[in-house]
């Protein structure tokens, strides 16, 4: 798969999908990258090199949207002839007690996290099923794993995106199409920088000594994992929910 690899990522303009796009480019896939940032994408088109392949496609657009969906992963197939490898990445975060919090903030979350991931499913899934073997991925969190305070929207999401892809990897897998989800704790992106703006550097510290592993992820931690799950060396990994938290969901833990 390594040469012909055609992967499609959404959320490819920023932290987590932009280093996903730079991880599978540099193994030589050819991409089709979808971001609301028209911006994002030509900077993560701009960070690859020469020795990355072909030029990315860039398709701006909305993930709620599932008629930018399709276009944008039609034209890449067209473009590169089939599609082997999609990463639902495109999230965005909403914090705030749930009795205070503006239904259109709700509506909007749900409608990127959740509906997002099951839009870019009905877009790609019957076309890696027709080009199989294929591989799913989308990106949840440790959130989706447990609660977290004054995080309820996002954490329903994230709790949403791993039942859905794990369905996913029943209804699929026989088709020979491999779903699977990674779980992320913080991770240094725009969001996590968004997440700690009013943060002291001390009470960061804090946050960070209450992972096992004494720090948050790199982008390109996870982006190394998204390459392992849509490879053939993940050939018998399906329906997976693969923590990338440094132990921070393993268990109690005294730093
Ligand atoms: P990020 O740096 O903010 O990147 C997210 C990207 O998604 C941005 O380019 C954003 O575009 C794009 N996006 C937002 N809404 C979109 C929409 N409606 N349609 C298309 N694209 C949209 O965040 P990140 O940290 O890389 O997050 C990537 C994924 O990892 C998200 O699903 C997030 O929930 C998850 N995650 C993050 C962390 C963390 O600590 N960072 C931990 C666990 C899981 P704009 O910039 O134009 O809005």
Redesign the pocket.
Known sequence: MATNETAFV?????????AIARRLASRGACLGL????QD?LEETAAELGAEDGPKPLLFS????DETALRAAVEATVEARGGLDTAVA?????VTGKVPEMDPADWERIV???LT?VFNTARVTIPRLEQDRPGAFVA?????GVQGAQEFAA?CAT?HGVIGLVRSLALDHGPQGVRCNIV??????????D??FADFSGEEVAGWEKTVPMGR??R?DE?AAVVAHLTSADAAYTNGAVYSIDGGATAGYFMP
Not at 61 to 64: A, L, N
Not at 89 to 93: Q, T
Not at 139 to 143: H, L, N, Q, T
């Open positions: 959404t959320g490819a303009g920023s932290g987590m999908g932009r979808f971001d609301l940032s994002g657009g909305d993930v709620r990445c495109a999230g965005i975060e409608g990127i996290n997002g990106i949840s969190s440790d959130a996002y994230k779980a992320p704790g913080f991770v240094e992106t725009p969001m996590a968004r997440i948050f992820a982008a996870v």
